[in-house]
């Protein structure tokens, strides 16, 4: 059958009826109705509020339907509606989202929570609901065996019947170790000789087939359909003695329909073991990796912080010696030190911190692409050049070129 999704909107006022139409097609909450009162009349309406969606046939939409009636159910068997709901959720509800479910249907938040710890209570005694990872869940019950409990279901099991020998003659009744309600009637003084007759008259007069007393001690087996036998009476001859069993046959049981039985509760057990065995590995490997993303995230973390600790670091030696550097270079300046001892000077602090000049001003070499830099034009490696502003280089284990030497062709 298709799933028809019903749109239900209840009355909120004591003039208003309750309204129930066709969802004709749906996004999200937004639905496009066609409102059986009406059938010509089409709305878009928000689901949600007083515009409730559910499936025609379903018991949600039973309860939107009749709300009394829901209520004198809620309040007779709580327990009850509450499966009913979680049966026709496939994903299982929380504790809250059945509450709020309750009370979406109609029910009076107040008595929603009087009920729902007895509920609560009574849901995890239930075999067709599982709560798990704080969700209920319905689940299909085991199917019901039409057995007695008993210790040992493989025993052979008998149905003892004390031996009870009742004859015509004067021969005494031995006394069974039945109780029956019955007053005990004396055989031998009734002595009472059996006439003869013809075939038919012994088969209309024999008695009927001794029954069991209801007080016998009867044990039954707990396997399935192990119904014990009762021998046939004998066929009743005329002139015969009338006669009890002397002894009950042993119960036979079903052996393959007990094998069958008892395959279908280990494959059950065997299934339910494998599923929670799978879901327990589920949840390690799940909580093994948000520890590992823990740990990961928290090596990232310190990784930043270190690299931004010595990036800062080295930012205030930097600021450090180019401080001192300038202290050095305006105390000259003021002592009015000539340019060779200042230059001297700065080239002695630089050395301190690995940077070696290239060049000096003046100097006159040839053009070297990888350490010159021209002032203007392109020249050719090997052209004979002066100096301009000395380059640097940076020896720390590897070198690094740091600035080229500003330089200009010589003229001849």
Known sequence: MDRVEVAVRRPQGPDERLRVGTVLSRTGTLARVQWNDNGAVEENVRLGGENLLAIAGTRRHQFLMDLPALIERFTSDPVAVVVELLRESSKGLKAQAIKELLVELGLEPAAVDRAWRGVQAKLAKRDDVRFRANTYRWVWPRPAEDVIDSPDPSAEVEMTVPPVEAETTASPVPKADVETTASPVDVEAMDIPVPEASQAEAEATAPPVTEISPVAPTV??????????????????AGAKATGPETSAPIRKSSSRSADVAAAAEDRKSSSRTAEAAEERARVLAERCERLERDLQSANDRAIKLRTTQERRLQIDVVRALAGLAAEIEEMVTGRATPEIIVERVRSLVAG??????????EESGFDPALHEPLAGELEPGTPVSVIRPGYLWTTPEEILLHRALVEQVRA
């Open 220 to 237: 039954f087996s707990a396997v399935p359909d192990a119904v014990p036998e009762i021998p046939a009476a004998p066929p009743a001859d």
């Open 353 to 362: 911190q690995a940077l070696h000049p290239i060049g000096t001003v003046g």
